[in-house]
Structure formats: C-alpha cells, structure tokens
C-alpha cells in the first residue's frame, strides 16, 4: 500500500529544508561578502550597482544566517539519530 | 554459518563496493568539478562520512529485510543470483560511465532472482510499489524542482554582490553540503546491503524475522561502502560533474543540498530510494534554475534510457544467475566463477580509456555546453 502521507511529508520537508538552508546561505555569503569592499571588482551579474551594507551589519547577519542554516541541519539530523 | 551463506555474506559486501565506488559521484561529482574539493581529499571524505553515515538509521535496512520478498520462500542461492546481477549491472554502466541506480541494480537483481526461483508470489509487490517504486519516480522529480527553485532564488539573492565574494563562498558552502550528501548516501545505501545480509541470515534461521541488522552487519557494510566511495569511480564523476552541465558553486551547492534534505527525509521514513537518481535530479534542476545555464540532454537522454534498464536488466541478469546458482554447488561455483570472469574483462577495458583522480577535470574533448548529442565518454 502506498504510504501517501509519508510521500508529501518526504516532498515538503525536502523543499523547505532545501530552501531555507538556499535562502540563509545566500544571505550569510551577501552579509559576509560586505567585509571585502574591492573598488575595481567588476560589476555584479544583474548590471546593476554592488549591494552596499556596512562591514558590521553584513557580518552580523552572515553569522546569524549561518548559525540558522547549521541549526536545520543540525535538528534534521537528530531527528534521524533520535530514532 | 554454512559456506554458502559466507559466501553470499562476501558478495553482498562485494556489491556494497560497487555500490560505494559507483556513487562517489553522488556526493563529490560537483565540488570536484567547481574545484571546492581536490579529488582525491573529496572521495576520502566520502568514505570516512558515507561510514559514519551507516550508523544512522536502519528504517531502510528493515523495508528490504522484511518486506521486500517473502523470507519464508526465499534461499540464500537466490540472494546470491540476485546480488551477482546487480553487481554486473553496476560495472557495466560503470565502464559506461553512466550514473545508473544502484539501488535500482540491487532490487531488480533480487525480484528477478526471486520471480525465477520461487515464484510471483514470493514478491511483495505492495511493498516493492509503495516503499521502493513510487519513491524512486517522485524522489529525482522533488530533487529537481527543489534545486530548481533554490538555485534560481540564490542567484537572485546574491546577483548583486561581486562575483568573486559569491564564488569564494559557495564554494567554501560545498565542502560542507558535499559532505552532507556523503552522509547521507552512507545512510541510505550502505542499509541496502545490511538489509540484504539480515534478510540472508532471516532466511537460514541465524535471526529471527523482523529483526535489525545486528552491529557486525552495519559495521562491515559500512566500511565495504566507505572503501569502495574512496577508491573514487572517476568515470561517473566526470559525467555528473562536467558533462550534463558547466556546474558553478552556487549550483553544486543547491544540488547538493537538496539532495541531502531528500535522501535524508526518505531514509528516515523508511524509503529505499536511488541517490543516483536524487543527484542527477538535483544536479538537472540546478541547470534549469541557472539564468542562462543551459543542459546537454543528450547526455541527459542516455542517463534516463539507463535508468529505465537498469531495473529490467539487473532482474534479468539476477534471474539467470539464480537459476544456474540453484541447481546446486557445482551451479554456485559457476556463477561466482563467470562474475569474476566478467568483472575482470571490464576491469581491463577499463583500462584501456582510464579515467583518474588527475584526469577527471579534463574535458577538453567535450563538444560546447549547447550541443544536445554528447557521447558518452569515459
């Protein structure tokens, strides 16, 4: 018999771990990125001008996103070891 | 423990090898390919964490030790057969260089083998759909979409940061997503074997039915795969990492990461999926999600055809060896004489095109990223 429930959890657990994991990331490599200020690098993919966010404030939230992202995967994997 | 249950004890470890060596891609094709790992330090942490990862969980272990066939009606001469014909799948698209299932490899080895011997009835057909077939058509599905959508979302949260700055950290990210799939590839494919060997040991009365796999079990499937992962199967890898697409940091890391969270989530539940598959969804998803990234599906193409094989192949192959392996001795020495036979000649054709920790980035000979009719090489 197929376990449907189990296949939907499987599927949107997957997706939501995947993007929040994607999501806090992108935002600790954006936050962190704010401490290399190089003038002459070239211009970011979209064409338009280099996000500005101070050094502090960029590492502030690299750290909290990663600290985040480590936790997910961390709990997920308690999860599977608890059992 | 009679000989032939030693022996059907070493096979299995033998297709856990192949199993490890074959699915080094899985987890290390797309740092490999970024340059975030060098080869040879990836697929050593490969085998150290597909190890670790054995000891996890053993949910898939018990869907194939005790729901898969009917214990009862299934002997070790049909194991065997089954195992000899997913381990001669496994090195055929091996040589082929084709990210075919392993899993898939192993469960039509088995079905096969038990369909010629024992007969339709001896199959759980409602568990082979339900925990293993519908699973593996949804799980490189889910895989893609997932990738697809957190590919594309990282690019557009970081399109406006320097490039370098975005490299230089994603790639920095892969060495631990990497190692996340690595993990999980040992939790989910290293239990296909301990599953195997339990159910042996259910069939000949060693243990009772149902039982987990006893901490011998899991300690040798563990260290069978993570040899196997670290001796490093260049051929695939290179498939996976260069030659569906030009794969970027950002990428790999979605990838893989997706492909975690679905290995992961299904191996906890108790679904016996294909990382194979898991990671060549993820790995085509995260090329749809790229702006501008686009995907040789030739190459595409020639792994879904494999993947369609696979499972009819290694029945067949399965079916043939457990039908020579139950005529009796003389039908088993048989059978592991013609494995080791074949193993061997592909062994050596392998070597005459060899693939290498320092030739798997070479990909001068691969037609432009848009060319839709790649050969496969390697």
Redesign the interface.
Known sequence: ???WL??L???L???G???A???L??????G??AR?V?HD??A???G????TVSARSGAVVGVTSLVLAAAI?LF??W???A? | MSVLVIVVIVTALVFDFTNGFHDTANAMATSIATGALRPRVAVLLAGALNLIGAF??V?VALTISSGLVDEARITPQIIFGGLVGAILWNLLTWLGGLPSSSSHALFGGLIGATWVSAGSGAIHF?TV??KIL??LA??PI??G???L???A???R??????????TR??RT?QVVSAS?VALAHG?NDAQKTMGVITLTLITVGLLPAYAAPPLWVVLLCGLAIAAGTATGGWRIIRTLGHRVSDIQSTQG??AE??ST??I??????G?ALSTTQVTTGAVLGSAAGRPGATVRWGVALEMVVAWLLTLPAAAALGALAAWTASTGTVGTVVVAAVLAVLAAVIYRMSRRAPVTAATVNEVRSLPPVAATSARTAA
């Open positions: 018999m197929i376990n189990s296949l959890t499987v599927q657990v997957s997706i771990a995947t993007l994991v994607v999501v990331v992108s935002l600790a490599v954006t962190l990125s290399h190089d690098a070239p970011s993919i979209s338009r001008h280099p996000l995967v997920g994997l999860q599977i070891v059992r | 996890l969980s949910q409602s759909v339900g519908v699973p949804l799980s889910v895989a979409l997932a990738t959508a957190a590919t979302v990282a690019y949260m970081t399109a406006r940061v320097d490039q370098r700055a975005v950290g994603f990210a996340m939790t890391f979605t990461t997706a969270a679905v992961l989530t299904s191996a906890h539940l679904f």
